[in-house]
């Protein structure tokens, strides 16, 4: 742009010298090259100030996107985690609509059974219990415990056979993975 105003200004110059103008035209031709002039500087800055703007915009987008994507993913897990609750709901309403529609088994009064008649009479029980015979006194006896062997008496430490194979091979059972949740 500035390259062009320094051609508008040589042209301008051209028709300066090879035209005879007057004073009053010549002054105005001037003013409105100044007025055009300026107004391009304005526009200039204004495409530059819009430059800077829209940059300044791409980069809160970037750091705006780099923040939701995270908060995607867990929204995502949120969303499946709540289907999944969604149709354990659903799965238990059907279950009791099941049983509620299932009419309910007639529970037949209780007979009473007859008495049990013994079949022979027992003795009758005395009214007092004989007396019990006086226990003989209390005697106390300590058995003498020989002292514990020294260790010096024990005999020499020996080597123990090694354990045979087990009669069966031995597996190990994978462990099973736990699953929370309904499903």
């Not at 008495?115 to 106390?140: G, M």
Request: aromatic share 4%; net charge positive.
């Amino acid at each position: 742009m500035p390259k062009q105003l320094s051609n508008i200004k040589k042209q301008v110059e051209k028709l300066k010298k090879s035209t005879p103008i007057s004073a009053s035209s010549m002054q105005r031709i001037t003013e409105s090259v100044d007025k055009l002039t300026t107004s391009i500087n304005s526009l200039i800055n204004l495409f530059k100030e819009a430059s800077e703007e829209i940059k300044l915009e791409e980069r809160e987008k970037d750091i705006v996107e780099e923040r939701l994507v995270p908060l995607e993913a867990k929204i995502d897990t949120l969303i499946e985690q709540n289907k999944k609750i969604a149709e354990g709901i659903v799965a238990l309403a059907d279950m009791l609509k099941e049983k509620e529609a299932k009419p309910a088994k007639e529970i037949k009064p209780i007979k009473p059974l007859p008495p049990v008649k013994p079949k022979a009479e027992l003795p009758p029980l005395p009214r007092k219990l004989p007396p019990i015979p006086a226990l003989p006194p209390k005697i106390s006896v300590t058995p003498k415990i020989p002292p514990p062997p020294r260790f010096e008496e024990f005999p020499a430490k020996k080597e123990l056979p090694p354990l045979p194979p087990p009669p069966f091979p031995v597996e190990e059972k994978p462990k099973k993975k736990k699953k929370f949740g309904l499903f």
